[in-house]
């Protein structure tokens, strides 16, 4: 039996902002994979790698790890598999902001902000997940 939030949570209004939550993230993380791919590389691309003490030549990487990623997310019969995958790569993310010494509020939480919008659009828009993890009053 549904409890009263999963079932609010099945409404129409619900399922549409999961995906302009979800449509929003995806579109992020795409930019932020073409950044990445463009060579040569943006100046804003090389001084954040350098700033991180990452190799400039792993940005061919991580793009193609993060547009692989995005994609399965944005695929419905995947989406699930993208967004366990895309929480590890932004978990990454805040480690490696984290050992650069950034500011935590603005740098180093900020992919995790956006995993907190991956997976509140995938909650609202995928009633698999909204029945494997209820939300209960």
Not at 25 to 43: E, N, S
Not at 68 to 78: D, E, G, K, V
């Amino acid at each position: 039996m549904e409890s009263g939030a999963a079932g609010a949570a099945n409404s129409n209004g619900a399922i549409w902002t999961g995906r302009i939550l979800s449509t929003l993230v995806v579109l992020l993380l795409v930019l932020d994979a073409i950044l990445k791919f463009i060579q040569p590389a943006p100046p804003a691309v090389v001084e954040a790698f350098d700033h991180l003490g990452l190799p400039l030549h792993l940005s061919l990487v991580l793009a193609t790890v993060l547009s692989i990623c995005s994609l399965l997310y944005a695929i419905p019969r995947t989406c699930v598999l993208g967004a366990i995958l895309l929480t590890g790569y932004l978990g990454g993310a805040v480690a490696t902001h984290l050992r650069a010494g950034d500011p935590i509020f603005s740098r180093v939480l900020f992919p995790a902000y956006i995993g907190v919008l991956l997976w509140l659009g995938l909650y609202l828009r995928e009633a698999r997940l909204r029945t494997l993890i209820p939300l209960r009053n």
